[in-house]
């Protein structure tokens, strides 16, 4: 299982390919060779879909939706239907094409960072370590007219 994420050394993109791979229990190399990095396009997600399947990746995990649509095309235009993809933020176009991503609680995440700022104003001595609220995996159903 590979990874495409963003080439741009974001915290966000960083956090999600260290989990990956922590999951995966993978080493440097192993990481390194099942990653591939570019911008947040379809394109990007394409070609780097296209250098996963070169190194006999059979399913990836995507940064976001839209590295998920390119390699979402990829895996079509190669007529591979055996292929597993995730990506992330469970967009709406993505869930027009029936594929699986990780939804973040935005509403939960909202309410507590505004927990966080009023807590802040109320004495600016307190200080806030990271805190981790739990996305969820979200699967669709593939729409008739993109089943093989």
Do not use: K, N, Y
Request: net charge negative; hydrophobic share 45%.
């Amino acid at each position: 299982m590979g990874f495409i994420g963003w080439d741009d050394g974001s915290p966000v993109g960083l956090d999600r390919r260290d989990g990956w791979s922590r999951a995966l229990g993978l080493d440097g190399d192993e990481e390194r060779r099942l990653t591939a990095a570019g911008d947040d396009t379809i394109l990007a997600g394409a070609e780097g879909m296209a250098r996963l399947l070169e190194q006999g990746a059979d399913a990836a995990v995507c940064a976001s939706d839209t590295l998920s649509i390119g390699a979402f095309t990829e895996v079509r235009r190669r007529s591979r239907d055996d292929v597993d993809l995730v990506g992330f933020d469970d967009t709406p176009v993505s869930r027009t094409l029936g594929l699986a991503s990780i939804r973040q609680p935005v509403e939960a995440v909202a309410a507590a960072v505004l927990d966080m700022v009023l807590a802040q104003l109320a004495d600016p001595d307190v200080t806030h370590s990271g805190l981790l609220i739990e996305p969820t995996l979200v699967t669709h159903e593939r729409p008739d007219f993109l089943l093989s």
